[in-house]
């Protein structure tokens, strides 16, 4: 997708596209529709979270999750907030070094300027995702 392609595109509908382009682990697709100067907020108390910048920090992210889940993320519903898409959903996985099952509730915020990502800020229940990563889910 060009920049033309994708400044055509509406909050939501890059929101979309993002999300499905995550389901594929198409790297391309995101590229196309990120700002390469993006900003990223993850929840800090998850051993991924933290602060992210550019094309690389997203890359990251997403290098850094996967190597500690395998996870796939469901929204349940979007809602418009002018340059803002706002998305609440879950997410379910497994901690990869212990196979322990999570399921997590998110609400991620995405900011889109002329048709391109520039900020994603994703809140996560980090209890049940951290206890799977560490192996210890249900020593509540």
């Known amino acids: 997708m060009t920049e033309s392609a994708s400044s055509t595109l509406s909050p939501r509908q890059v929101a979309q596209t993002m999300y499905a382009a995550l389901l594929r682990s198409d790297r391309e697709a995101l590229a196309a529709i990120t700002s390469p100067d993006i900003e990223i907020h993850v929840t800090k108390e998850l051993p991924y979270g933290g602060d992210y910048s550019g094309l690389p920090g997203f890359a990251a992210l ?3 999750t996967f190597d500690l889940i395998e996870s796939t993320i469901e929204i349940e519903q979007f809602f418009d907030a ?5 998305a609440v959903g879950r997410t379910r996985g497994t901690g990869r070094a212990t196979g322990a099952q999570f399921d997590a509730a998110i609400v991620h915020v995405l900011t889109v300027k002329n048709g391109l990502l520039v900020g994603f800020d994703a809140f996560v229940e ?3 995702i951290t206890a799977a990563i560490n192996g210890t889910a249900g020593q509540d």
């Open 62 to 64: 997403f290098k850094n």
């Open 126 to 128: 980090d209890r049940p």
């Open 82 to 86: 002018g340059s803002d898409v706002v």
